[in-house]
């Protein structure tokens, strides 16, 4: 999906942290997405994103501003969720998908208010990354309190 990091065919460390890096990425794409839905992204949501952001950039040695801007950029130039799912469904163990759902959900309540579309959105990825609506609850709870 990303071409910041391109996938080699043969499997080895370096292509499964590189993998690791893409899927922190489509993470925190997905929780840009939640922080916009609502119309605004507050300071708290911004501090958040900033956070995921800097873990990723001293992973693979690049500057968080240009991280930013790829994800920035990848947000502004989508159309659809579907790549991200498609990637999220092959690559994502199930602990994995909650940790997704967990970034979400501490996103949308950063700023310390629920925006109906913020939950939408979280619920919606929830169910095309098929997990539970009990365990998506659980999750909410969690990242509020």
Same mark, same amino acid.
């Given at each position: ?21 893409? @899927?922190? #990425?489509?993470?925190?794409?997905? $929780?840009?997405? !939640?922080? *916009?839905?609502?119309? +605004? /992204? ?6 958040? @994103?900033? #956070?995921?952001?800097?873990?990723? $950039?001293?992973? !693979?040695? *690049?500057?968080?501003? +240009? /991280? ?78």
């Amino acid at each position: 999906m990303f071409k910041f990091f391109k996938k080699e065919k043969k499997v080895n460390s370096d292509s499964m942290e590189k993998l690791s890096f893409e @899927l922190e #990425l489509t993470a925190v794409v997905l $929780a840009y997405e !939640v922080a *916009r839905s609502d119309g +605004e /992204i507050s300071k708290e949501e911004l501090s958040v @994103l900033m #956070l995921e952001i800097e873990n990723i $950039a001293n992973k !693979v040695g *690049r500057d968080k501003n +240009e /991280i930013w801007s790829i994800i920035d950029t990848y947000s502004k130039d989508s159309v659809s969720f579907h790549e991200f799912i498609e990637d999220i469904n092959k690559n994502y163990s199930k602990d994995q998908k909650k940790d997704l759902l967990k970034t979400l959900w501490k996103t949308a309540f950063a700023d310390g208010k629920l925006d109906v579309d913020e939950e939408k959105l979280v619920r919606r990825v929830a169910d095309l990354i098929k997990i539970k609506g009990i365990e998506v609850l659980k999750l909410k709870h969690d990242a509020k309190n």
